[in-house]
């Protein structure tokens, strides 16, 4: 098969929109493109900042691109060493908005061994990894500008954050890292080579990326169209969807920007073209936000369904739990030291290995597989879900639901508890409520702030587990601090992402003489709603905390004020 190649720098670009008033077999360098004095070689004293070692403004802008380039080297498979030629210049920047940076591959690749499908480009990066050689040797993969005006000439009230710990001091200072790994990913493959204006492809071939791009309107996928078709289809509002398997089996985290029947996962194409914006990127219709919308929404060093939209196009074929075609195993990690290499080769084999399973011992390597013979029955191990006591049992730990005793209950009528299952999941609730409760000091709260995880747990007769939710200690949520003392009465936990378990709000108030009270809500897709309807009774519901014994109860023994499929409302005994 003849190996064709592109050699264009398509570039996307993240923008700042002002409303005015790891161990890993991949390696990534940056390849420092910078005059002397200026950029990533600016030598201008500062101080070190936010874990970011550097003494000058070029050695800390350096490693804060280092540190993204080795998040993405944590996240994406390749033998081959991808290089990112990097400068900082000046890039466009008014008033109400500044571009902080732009990235694409430097080239791009088709019909070369091991593409997956023919006569369609991919990023030189990926088509590396796929061929396991280098298909353009002696030059850089991926092109990355950022704007060296940000922060100092620039006229938008703004500049770049320079420390590693994602934590800017201002709402105006844009943290680096985070824009970088956004540019970075654009150079693995997050675009397009389609011309959006005209809907053209790139000399008439497809490319990975538009392979996965959906009009909803016309039910068509962007390959079949016309070029007509596919330009007006990059600003049909709210119906250019992405299809790919990975992004749509992840996107159960979006309580927004997702088609709540397919899944699909939209992208960006207001009814106004944006050329280097449009269709590359996620739609900022998304909630949680994604680091891959068009405009910087804040600090965050997790690429979130990036990484899945990697996938799609074709990235960690090795590392997927699927043996393609050309590897000996695929273990679902792109990782050495065990069965099956990062190349998805056959290692270790005869040899001992751990399978991560309690529950096993004598684990040996077989044929890039790493399994064990089960231990004893009843031997203790931890499911990881704290509402339910749990033992192994032929080779797998197994829970069984296991509430606390000698909880501290309510008076007669003051819990409730709702649950409601609706369709879309989106309107799936959870609520309880223990008021006038028994007497809880300060201390028996423990200090959700640094130590204590939180747990809620509802139990029907058996007993059996009925619906869990953990809200971890600590942590930030949306962009702030999960947890929050109250005075000293008590502590509030908020999550507007609602992660992991559904869990939205957590009110714990201490007192005495009736003074105490607790409240839990959770509401849309992350709940692991039970069955509904048909309760075994009683139904128990317990908050409990890890860092102690102390939990709060209420016992549900009484016909239920409604109990049908849609939804469970009942006063506590």
Same mark, same amino acid.
């Given at each position: 098969?003849?190996?064709?190649?592109?050699?264009?720098?398509?570039?996307?670009?993240?923008?700042?929109?002002?409303?005015?008033?790891?161990?890993?077999?991949?390696?990534?360098?940056?390849?420092?493109?910078?005059?002397?004095?200026?950029?990533?070689?600016?030598?201008?004293?500062?101080?070190?900042?936010?874990?970011?070692?550097?003494?000058?403004?070029?050695?800390?802008?350096?490693?804060?691109?280092?540190?993204?380039?080795?998040?993405?080297?944590?996240?994406?498979?390749?033998?081959?060493?991808?290089?990112?030629?990097?400068?900082?210049?000046?890039?466009?920047?008014?008033?109400?908005?500044?571009?902080?940076?732009?990235?694409?591959?430097?080239?791009?690749?088709?019909?070369?061994?091991?593409?997956?499908?023919?006569?369609?480009?991919?990023?030189?990066?990926?088509?590396?990894?796929?061929?396991?050689?280098?298909?353009?040797?002696?030059?850089?993969?991926?092109?990355?500008?950022?704007?060296?005006?940000?922060?100092?000439?620039?006229?938008?009230?703004?500049?770049?954050y320079l420390g590693l710990d994602a934590n800017p001091?201002?709402?105006?200072?844009?943290?680096?890292?985070?824009?970088?790994l956004h540019e970075f990913c654009h150079g693995l493959?997050?675009?397009?080579?389609?011309?959006?204006?005209?809907?053209?492809?790139?000399?008439?071939?497809?490319?990975?990326?538009?392979?996965?791009?959906?009009?909803?309107?016309?039910?068509?996928?962007?390959?079949?169209?016309?070029?007509?078709?596919?330009?007006?289809?990059?600003?049909?509002?709210?119906?250019?969807?992405?299809?790919?398997?990975?992004?749509?089996?992840?996107?159960?985290?979006?309580?927004?920007?997702?088609?709540?029947?397919?899944?699909?996962?939209?992208?960006?194409?207001?009814?106004?073209?944006?050329?280097?914006?449009?269709?590359?990127?996620?739609?900022?219709?998304?909630?949680?936000?994604?680091?891959?919308?068009?405009?910087?929404?804040?600090?965050?060093?997790?690429?979130?369904?990036?990484?899945?939209?990697?996938?799609?196009?074709?990235?960690n074929r090795c590392g997927n739990g699927v043996i393609?075609? *050309?590897?000996? $195993? =695929? &273990? #679902? %990690?792109?990782?050495?030291? +065990?069965? @099956?290499? /990062?190349?998805?080769?056959?290692?270790?084999?005869?040899?001992?290995?751990?399978?991560?399973?309690?529950?096993?011992?004598?684990?040996?390597?077989?044929?890039?597989?790493?399994?064990?013979?089960?231990?004893?029955? *009843?031997?203790? $191990? =931890? &499911? #990881? %879900?704290?509402?339910?006591? +749990?033992? @192994?049992? /032929?080779?797998?730990?197994?829970?069984?639901?296991?509430?606390?005793?000698?909880?501290?209950?309510?008076?007669?009528?003051?819990?409730?508890?709702?649950?409601?299952?609706?369709?879309?999941?989106?309107?799936?609730?959870?609520?309880?409520?223990?008021?006038?409760?028994?007497?809880?000091?300060?201390?028996?709260?423990?200090?959700?702030?640094?130590?204590?995880?939180?747990?809620?747990?509802?139990?029907?007769?058996?007993?059996?587990?009925?619906?869990?939710?953990?809200?971890?200690?600590?942590?930030?949520?949306?962009?702030?601090?999960?947890?929050?003392?109250?005075?000293?009465?008590?502590?509030?936990?908020?999550?507007?992402?609602?992660?992991?378990?559904?869990?939205?709000?957590?009110?714990?108030?201490?007192?005495?003489?009736?003074?105490?009270?607790?409240?839990?809500?959770?509401?849309?897709?992350?709940?692991?709603?039970?069955?509904?309807?048909?309760?075994?009774?009683?139904?128990?519901?317990?908050?409990?905390?890890?860092?102690?014994?102390?939990?709060?109860?209420?016992?549900?023994?009484?016909?239920?004020?409604?109990?049908?499929?849609?939804?469970?409302?009942?006063?506590?005994?």
């Open positions: 098969m003849k190996r064709s190649v592109l050699a264009v720098l398509v570039v996307a670009s993240l923008a700042l929109v002002a409303v005015v008033p790891v161990a890993s077999a991949t390696t990534i360098i940056i390849d420092n493109n910078d005059g002397a004095g200026e950029g990533l070689n600016d030598p201008t004293v500062v101080a070190p900042v936010g874990g970011n070692p550097g003494t000058t403004l070029g050695a800390q802008r350096l490693n804060a691109l280092q540190a993204a380039a080795n998040i993405w080297a944590s996240l994406v498979n390749s033998s081959q060493t991808i290089r990112i030629a990097t400068t900082f210049d000046s890039l466009p920047c008014n008033s109400s908005t500044a571009r902080l940076g732009q990235a694409g591959a430097h080239s791009f690749m088709r019909d070369f061994v091991g593409a997956p499908v023919a006569s369609t480009w991919y990023p030189i990066a990926l088509a590396n990894s796929l061929a396991n050689m280098d298909l353009d040797p002696g030059n850089d993969d991926i092109d990355a500008m950022f704007n060296s005006d940000f922060g100092f000439s620039c006229a938008f009230n703004g500049s770049f001091p201002g709402n105006n200072d844009s943290d680096l890292v985070t824009v970088a493959g997050f675009l397009t080579l389609v011309d959006v204006t005209t809907g053209a492809k790139a000399v008439g071939f497809d490319d990975t990326f538009m392979l996965n791009l959906e009009d909803h309107t016309l039910g068509l996928l962007w390959p079949p169209m016309t070029n007509a078709q596919r330009a007006a289809s990059a600003t049909n509002d709210g119906n250019l969807h992405w299809v790919g398997a990975d992004v749509v089996a992840a996107g159960g985290i979006l309580t927004a920007g997702r088609d709540p029947i397919s899944g699909h996962v939209q992208m960006y194409a207001p009814s106004t073209l944006e050329p280097g914006s449009s269709v590359s990127h996620f739609d900022k219709a998304l909630t949680p936000n994604q680091i891959m919308e068009p405009v910087y929404t804040g600090p965050t060093h997790d690429p979130g369904l990036a990484v899945e939209l990697l996938k799609d196009i074709g990235w393609d075609s *050309g590897e000996a $195993c =695929d &273990d #679902g %990690n792109i990782a050495d030291g +065990d069965c @099956c290499s /990062s190349t998805c080769t056959i290692t270790n084999e005869g040899g001992a290995c751990d399978d991560g399973n309690v529950c096993t011992d004598t684990d040996t390597c077989s044929s890039g597989v790493c399994a064990g013979s089960p231990v004893t029955n *009843g031997s203790p $191990c =931890d &499911d #990881g %879900n704290p509402c339910t006591s +749990d033992s @192994c049992q /032929s080779g797998a730990c197994v829970g069984a639901a296991a509430p606390a005793s000698l909880c501290k209950l309510p008076p007669s009528l003051k819990g409730q508890l709702l649950m409601k299952d609706k369709t879309p999941d989106k309107g799936d609730q959870v609520v309880w409520k223990w008021t006038k409760g028994a007497d809880t000091s300060f201390g028996e709260l423990g200090n959700p702030v640094t130590t204590d995880d939180y747990f809620f747990c509802v139990y029907g007769a058996g007993p059996t587990l009925l619906f869990s939710a953990r809200m971890p200690m600590g942590g930030t949520c949306h962009g702030v601090a999960c947890w929050t003392a109250v005075s000293t009465l008590g502590f509030q936990y908020k999550d507007k992402d609602r992660t992991p378990d559904g869990a939205e709000k957590l009110s714990l108030t201490s007192g005495t003489g009736g003074a105490a009270k607790m409240s839990f809500k959770g509401k849309a897709e992350l709940l692991n709603m039970p069955t509904l309807g048909a309760f075994p009774m009683p139904v128990r519901a317990q908050l409990r905390r890890s860092g102690g014994s102390t939990c709060w109860e209420t016992v549900f023994s009484n016909p239920p004020l409604t109990n049908t499929t849609a939804q469970f409302k009942a006063k506590s005994d």
